[in-house]
C-alpha cells in the first residue's frame, strides 16, 4: 500500500484522539516479533491478528488508528459550514517558494531562471456565491488535506 494514500500515522493518532469513528479498510500496524516501522495493514491483517488471539495464541501485530483514504474522508466532511451555503472545493495548486530569477538590462530580460514549482492539495470550505474562502488545508497528498480539515473541523467544534 503507498503510505501517499491514506493519513499519516501521526494525523490518524490525533483523528483518533479526536474521537473519528475508526471505520477504514486500512490502519497503521505494527510488528510485535520485528523493530519494523509501522506500516499500513488491511483486513486481512487484522484478521490473522484476530484468529492467534482466539487461538490463544500471541497476537502479530499491535493495531493502531485508522488509515483513512481520501473517499473515506470525503465522506465524513461536511457539505456546509454555517447554515449559509458553502462548497467544499479540492483542487491541486501549485506556488513557488522563491520568486524567480529576472536580469534585466537596458529595459530588456537579459537571464530568465524559473524557480522550482510545489504542487500540493488544497482543500477548502467557499461560499457558493461569491468564492469567498471560508477555511482551507493544503498538503502533499489528498488524504493528508482532507486528514488536516477533519482535524480542524473536529478541534474547533463545527462538526
Not at 493518532?13 to 516479533?33: A, C, D, M, P
Not at 529576472?102 to 530588456?108: A, N, Q
Not at 457558493?128 to 480542524?152: C, N, P, Q, V
Request: glycine share 6%; net charge negative; proline share 3%.
Amino acid at each position: 500500500m503507498n503510505k501517499n494514500l491514506v493519513t499519516s500515522l501521526e494525523l490518524s493518532r490525533t483523528l483518533e484522539k479526536l474521537g473519528v469513528k475508526q471505520e477504514s479498510e486500512f490502519y497503521w500496524i505494527k510488528n510485535f516479533h520485528t523493530n519494523d516501522p509501522w506500516k499500513i495493514g488491511d483486513k486481512v491483517d487484522i484478521g490473522n491478528n484476530n484468529d492467534a488471539i482466539s487461538k490463544g495464541l500471541e497476537p502479530w501485530y499491535t493495531i493502531g488508528a485508522s488509515a483513512f483514504l481520501s473517499g473515506e474522508l470525503g465522506e465524513m466532511l461536511p457539505v456546509s459550514l454555517t447554515e449559509k451555503y458553502h462548497e467544499l472545493n479540492i483542487t491541486r495548486g501549485g506556488y513557488q517558494n522563491e520568486p524567480d530569477e529576472v536580469e534585466i538590462k537596458e529595459g530588456k530580460i537579459t537571464n530568465y531562471k524559473e524557480k522550482e514549482m510545489i504542487f500540493d492539495w488544497v482543500i477548502k470550505y467557499i461560499e457558493a456565491y461569491t468564492d469567498k474562502t471560508i477555511h482551507f488545508k493544503r498538503a502533499d497528498t489528498l488524504a493528508e488535506s482532507m486528514g488536516e480539515m477533519l482535524k480542524y473541523l473536529k478541534e474547533n467544534n463545527l462538526i
